[in-house]
């Protein structure tokens, strides 16, 4: 690497030398000496093997192989400026902020850690996350990204599918150990649901197996605003609900909740990328989608699908 710059250098020189006609025009250009900028044509004439300049009392002009290392030297140097214009512009692009916004659930159990983990390989790169559960428009509300499980919501900009998150039922057993344990979906009716604000209030459930589609009533009486209330809840035999597989994992591992009719599967989240648009999709955004998709891999009950982007239209 340091010869490929000494030769740039020196062609450099070369090339200030002859625009302006003289060795000590292209030395003031350069900002050094007559004599330093004669020794360095010198030196590259020696790596040549031929003279490059006629010297006259009137400056210098190319001699037949200057004129060839000359036409080659520029093209070398502005393929050079090129390559340094395009290493800082990558190094911005991986800095600066990005905005994005992402359910509290997935925000809290995914998101968070991997930000902590991509600051550690990308130190410039700030990550301003917005865990919100209510569907904003990232063109309004000035977002990077947004991420949305199950609907994108009523908002302009480019949507992609990526994903899809199992859900699955679950209660303590402390709370299974008073109430039963469920063996049909139907039993599942005398048991208290416990409703999370960010879906729509609901009285029914509906359960999938072996193809056939199982509607099951069910009774609320208690509401979490949080993901982490819905936890306590849970933790505190309130009662039972539907969550992420992907967040459920750690407390059935640990005992603390036991899934309720494994048999059986729940309705699943897509999950979406909302974008304001195709231009606006920068290599922060990409960089963070690239590791988001790394991440979803290792998670448990999150399987990757490949759609196409979308246009989405404008609110209404």
């Given at each position: 690497m340091g010869q490929i710059m000494d030769l740039?250098?020196?062609?450099?020189?070369?090339?200030?030398?002859i625009d302006s006609g003289s060795l000590s025009g292209g030395a003031r250009q350069r900002?050094?000496?007559?004599?330093?900028?004669s020794q360095q044509l010198n030196l590259l004439e020696a790596q040549v093997g031929q003279e490059l300049v006629f010297r006259t009392n009137k400056g210098v002009k190319p001699t037949v192989a200057g004129k060839i290392v000359y036409e080659h030297a520029q093209k070398m140097l502005r393929q050079s400026a090129l390559m340094f214009e395009a290493v800082q512009e990558q190094v911005a692009a991986e800095?600066?902020?990005l905005v994005v916004s992402v359910s509290q659930p997935m925000g809290g159990d995914i998101i968070?850690?991997?930000?902590?983990?991509?600051?550690?390989?990308?130190?410039?790169?700030?990550?301003?996350?917005r865990m919100e559960d209510q569907f904003i428009d990232v063109v309004e509300d000035g977002i990077d990204l947004a991420i949305r499980t199950g609907?994108?919501?009523?908002?302009?900009?480019?949507?992609r599918k990526i994903a899809i998150v199992e859900t699955c039922l679950a209660a303590s057993p402390d709370y299974l150990a008073r109430h039963g344990v469920p063996q049909t979906p139907e039993a599942l009716s005398a048991l208290n649901y416990i409703q999370y604000r960010n879906e729509k209030l609901i009285d029914s459930l509906d359960l999938f197996r072996h193809g056939k589609r199982h509607e099951v009533r069910v009774n609320s009486e208690f509401v979490a605003g949080h993901p982490q209330v819905m936890v306590q809840a849970l933790l505190n035999s309130v009662g039972f609900t539907r969550m992420p597989l992907f967040m459920m994992q750690d407390y059935e591992e640990t005992g603390q909740l036991q899934r309720l009719l494994p048999d059986y599967q729940c309705e699943e989240k897509p999950v979406y990328l909302v974008y304001?648009?195709?231009?606006?999709?920068?290599?922060k955004a990409e960089i963070f989608i690239e590791a988001m998709i790394e991440r979803f891999k290792d998670?448990?009950?999150?399987?990757?699908?490949?759609?196409?982007?979308?246009?989405?239209?404008?609110?209404?």
């Open positions: 740039l250098n020196l062609l450099e020189s070369f090339v200030r030398v900002h050094i000496s007559q004599p330093a900028m800095s600066g902020s968070t850690p991997l930000i902590f983990d991509l600051r550690k390989q990308y130190p410039d790169l700030t990550v301003s996350i609907a994108t919501g009523d908002t302009s900009g480019v949507s304001p648009s195709r231009e606006a999709m920068t290599r998670a448990a009950g999150i399987r990757l699908v490949g759609q196409k982007p979308v246009q989405l239209a404008q609110p209404a």
